[in-house]
């Protein structure tokens, strides 16, 4: 049986389907595309955040690498070492210098070079980072940067400014080197204590790593990130072939050139976002100038002045993220396939399912590309924590659970307070959070707190992201740890006050030291001290067996004065072999005081003059220990280590390898002593020093010649004897010009004799010292002051002590033999006085034996004077040596003399000595009687 519907049915069921089914279908239509279109705009709009939150942590990021950069600059140009450098330019100093600048290098991997140049532009000290091996540039390599556009721009700038130059590549005989290396350069001049400035420290920082860390900040994808200089050119492009070209010279190579309208509107704004026909341009602006800092627009190929200065609004860089049309245009609803088709699926179902079923799929395909955009940046290595509006953690990263040790499950639904250290008070956060809600953002230093309790220091930023109404609907937190960044700064702390060969404190840190102990010391009524101490021979050990083997000697009595302190006691190093110990908590009354440092003296006295075993070597070193007090009376800091210092000098002119305490009386010597010092120094400049010579006779009283006695005629001192100041020429090294005036002088005066026929046999010696006879090019000297006056070598004769020939025996023969081959003789002065060896003596290729006046004064009644005279007659005989006695003033004395075998004398029985014109007028009489 078949059912007729009537056609009047059919039509009502046309109808009914006409007026129910298809409004709903066209509703349904509608409201799909516009949901699709409120999609598409959340799309764009998510699209913006993400690429805006991508530059503010590439911005927050840069910024803190710069700033870095800054207090690295600003921490070496104060540093006590570079200061003490700069004041006396002395080479120890600058190799210290030097290796300070390695370490920092090695510490910090992002610099290419750390660099001293002088106020001329020369490098005085240069690292290289040598691709992460960093090295000490030789002297010989270093360059002149007078002409680059940097060094102008630095060493104009004032006290604590500072100068970043542009983003350019290295540049070296006018060529660019290959592969590209960018470079910012960042300077300050500095200054040394009188204020003069003494040139520039200059840090050539990686650009590399910036633009680096810029890649991996903003990975691109589906879009292009790009780094653009204030001029518009590429500093970071997906084509790399258009980086640099404000740099090779391609005008082309700008983004201005491909975006000229869109580079309009870029340049002029701080940040934002652009869309028109090319794509989506999302941007914002670096200003890397702190407060103090000047930059320039630098000069081609980097020689010369620079072009301009410019302003810190001035000098930016703009980063810019680019998604192109047919990027946005392949993300839009309607121009899928795929959801083409489900229209026209919606448009025949005619059935309110499909819609819905379609209105789901949609919104789940939406949830999805959230969730993998989601995913994409919450596998970033930087930590990242979400929370919701009220603050409460949603999610965080695998980073963040590395970096805290807290699972996902112990944080997510917790308040974000519970990772709070107590570094930080309650305003602090307060504040914070204020800050966030005002301006949408926040970053700064925070100390927080590890799962296992540990507290460590993070470079946090809190974005607040805000819905369409404008209200915040989650906070965005990413963190960095710089834990690493801090120990680098303590490390830079360590350096500057503790001293790197030793690791004992510095002069700068003792001097704090002693600053507060003073004033414990005068709240308590209780005494401390200062003990001044100096390795005795240190320079010899150097000398010998080098530099590596004293930097060994210094580790290991470091190690020694570090065992030897009290609980509350300072060992410090001030330089060199120098080393200072501070004693606190002695007793109130001064004598026990004293006691009690004597005591610990001479506990350090023993405990360093125990041998040392140095590289193979063993070795036996004393020090000398000069001590005071403090506490009893108010002092400065400065003249208690004068204090100490000079009681150094008493204990090592006290024999060395003991200790001596301050007495005002040493600063009365001292204060004498530097007077007469400078009295010398200025009769040695204004002529003052004359010679005086005293006869020198054979057995018939006929002169054979004379001895040159130095005289120091002052308008002030009168007459002065050489007992008197020759120990102290010695002492500051002023006997090397006056030994030198001396043999020219002599050698002047035997000239003079040589144009008579009565003088021009006659001798004259010249007595020389030890540090005079130890020069390297002494026997130079003797050479050339004969050969310049043109005198009869054989008539010079050169006096020596002793204790002059006997050190370093195998030198001193060769020298004396030297001196011997130019003619001159040589006379063993003041003999018998000291601790002669006769297996030297037999070896020094001498002419003659002077007897000292000490045998000769009491030789007519003394018998042990006899028997040494006679032994030491006899000895010159064998040896086949001349002997002459000085100090002869009587007829008895001579006599014996003569008597033993001695035919030559010298004293005040024949003259006393005379000045040249008195003594010519002896020469005279004696010649005509």
């Not at 980072?129 to 002149?144: A, F, S, T, Y």
């Not at 121009?335 to 699926?345: A, E, K, P, V």
């Amino acid at each position: 049986m078949s059912l007729n519907f009537p056609d009047n049915t059919i039509l009502a069921l046309i109808k009914r389907f006409a007026l129910i089914y298809l409004p709903i279908v066209a509703v349904l239509s509608i409201i799909l595309l516009l949901s699709a279109r409120n999609d598409e705009h959340r799309q764009l709009e998510n699209r913006k955040n993400r690429e805006s939150n991508e530059i503010k942590i590439f911005q927050a990021r840069a910024k803190k690498n710069l700033e870095m950069v800054d207090s690295d600059l600003r921490l070496i140009a104060r540093l006590p070492m570079l200061r003490s450098y700069l004041d006396t330019g002395s080479e120890e100093q600058r190799e210290a210098l030097a290796d300070f600048f390695l370490v920092l290098v090695k510490e910090k991997r992002y610099y290419d070079k750390v660099r001293y140049l002088d106020n001329s532009g020369h490098e005085i000290i240069r690292i290289d980072n040598n691709n992460g091996d960093p090295v000490i540039v030789p002297r010989e390599d270093l360059q002149d940067k007078s002409t680059r556009y940097y060094f102008h721009d630095t060493v104009k700038l004032n006290r604590g400014e500072i100068y970043v130059s542009p983003l350019d590549l290295n540049v070296e005989e006018g060529q660019i080197e290959i592969p590209h290396k960018p470079i910012i350069r960042l300077g300050t001049p500095v200054f040394d204590s009188a204020g003069s400035k003494k040139g520039i420290i200059l840090f050539s920082y990686f650009g590399r790593d910036l633009l680096l860390d810029f890649r991996k900040t903003m990975p691109g994808g589906d879009h292009q990130s790009m780094l653009l200089s204030r001029d518009g050119y590429w500093l970071n492009s997906l084509n790399h072939a258009d980086e640099w070209g404000f740099v090779l010279g391609n005008q082309q190579r700008t983004f201005g050139h491909d975006f000229a309208d869109e580079w309009k509107t870029i340049s002029g704004d701080e940040e934002g976002s652009l869309q028109t026909e090319k794509g989506l341009f999302t941007y914002g602006t670096i200003r890397p100038l702190f407060p103090g800092q000047r930059s320039s627009t630098g000069s081609e190929m980097t020689s010369g002045a620079s072009l301009r200065t410019l302003s810190s609004d001035e000098y930016y860089w703009k980063i810019v993220a680019f998604t192109p049309k047919d990027v946005l245009s392949a993300a839009a609803f309607y121009n899928q396939t795929s959801n083409r088709h489900l229209l026209i699926f919606i448009y025949l179902s005619l059935a309110l399912a499909a819609g819905l079923i379609a209105l789901f799929t949609l919104g789940r395909k939406r949830s999805e590309a959230e969730l993998r955009v989601a995913a994409t940046a919450f596998a970033s290595q930087q930590s990242l924590i979400i929370l919701d509006a009220n603050r409460v953690i949603m999610r965080v990263n695998k980073a963040f659970v590395d970096e805290t040790g807290y699972t996902p499950e112990e944080v997510t639904g917790q308040k974000q307070h519970m990772l709070r250290s107590a570094r930080h008070d309650e305003a602090f956060y307060t504040a914070m959070w204020a800050c966030i809600d005002q301006t949408g953002s926040w970053q700064g230093e925070v100390w927080e707190r590890r799962k296992n309790g540990e507290i460590y220091p993070k470079w946090l930023t809190i974005t607040a992201v805000k819905g369409v109404d404008g209200s915040v609907t989650n906070y965005v937190g990413a963190h960095i740890d710089i834990t690493e960044r801090k120990a680098d700064e303590e490390k830079i702390r360590d350096l500057a006050f503790y001293d790197p060969l030793t690791h004992l404190p510095n002069r700068r840190l003792l001097m704090d030291r002693v600053g507060q102990a003073v004033a414990l010391t005068a709240r308590n009524d209780r005494h401390g001290a200062l003990l001044f101490i100096d390795l005795d021979n240190f320079k010899t050990l150097n000398d010998t067996l080098g530099h590596n083997v004293g930097d060994l000697l210094l580790q290991q009595v470091a190690l020694r004065l570090e065992s030897c302190m009290r609980e509350g006691d300072t060992v410090a190093r001030l330089g060199g072999d120098e080393f200072v110990v501070m004693l606190e908590d002695l007793s109130t009354e001064a004598i026990e005081a004293a006691e009690q440092t004597e005591n610990y003296g001479e506990h350090i006295l023993e405990t360093l003059r125990q041998p040392y075993r140095l590289a193979g070597h063993e070795y036996n070193s004393t020090p000398s220990i000069g001590a005071t007090l403090f506490g009893a009376h108010p002092l400065t800091t400065e003249d208690m280590f004068k204090q100490a210092d000079i009681a150094m000098y008493q204990a090592k002119k006290a024999g060395r390898n003991t200790l001596r305490f301050f007495d005002p009386k040493m600063q009365e010597s001292i204060n004498s002593r530097a007077a007469l010092e400078k009295a010398l120094r200025d009769a040695l400049e204004t002529q003052q020093l004359q010679l005086y010579y005293q006869i020198q006779v054979d057995h018939t009283n006929h002169p054979t010649g004379a001895e040159a006695l130095i005289r120091w005629i002052s308008p002030q001192r009168g007459l002065v004897l050489p007992a008197h100041f020759i120990a102290l020429a010695e002492e500051t090294g002023m006997i090397l010009p006056i030994g030198q005036w001396v043999l020219e002088a002599a050698c002047v005066q035997l000239r003079a004799w040589q144009q008579h026929p009565d003088t021009r046999n006659l001798t004259l010696a010249v007595n020389v010292s030890a540090r005079q006879f130890r020069q390297a090019d002494f026997v130079s000297q003797v050479q050339a002051a004969v050969g310049r006056h043109s005198i009869n070598a054989h008539l010079l004769k050169l006096e020596l002590t002793e204790s002059t020939l006997l050190e370093n025996i195998e030198d001193t023969i060769a020298t004396m033999s030297a001196i011997k081959a130019l003619g001159v003789r040589l006379s063993l002065d003041d003999f018998g006085t000291g601790y002669s060896s006769l297996q030297y003596l037999k070896r020094l290729p001498l002419d003659q034996l002077k007897i000292d006046q000490s045998f000769v004064r009491d030789i007519a009644t003394d018998d042990s004077d006899q028997a040494i005279v006679t032994t030491i007659i006899a000895m010159a005989h064998g040896l086949k040596l001349d002997v002459i006695a000085e100090g002869v003033e009587t007829a008895e004395q001579r006599q014996y003399l003569l008597s033993a075998g001695c035919r030559h004398y010298q004293g005040y029985l024949f003259s006393e000595p005379i000045p040249i014109e008195q003594f010519e007028a002896l020469l005279s009489s004696q010649i005509k009687g």
